[in-house]
């Protein structure tokens, strides 16, 4: 497992970085995303319930895991 830094450079340099969100659409998802937080932290303060910790809470937590 032996690299010389060049090595590591030229093989960096022929696979380039794709993000996954575009650069155009950024602002878009994660203002999104804070929207969502927000709204998902307002229904659990109104009411909170083990079904909605069960309904809501598993799969935000699958999500972010």
Known sequence: M?????E??????STPFNP???????FFIAFLLLLIGVGITG???????ITNILALGIPASATIA
């Open 2 to 6: 032996d690299s010389s830094l060049l």
């Open 8 to 13: 590591v450079w030229q093989a960096a340099a």
């Open 20 to 26: 996954a969100v575009g650069k155009d659409s950024q």
């Open 43 to 49: 229904v659990f303060a109104l009411n909170r319930s």
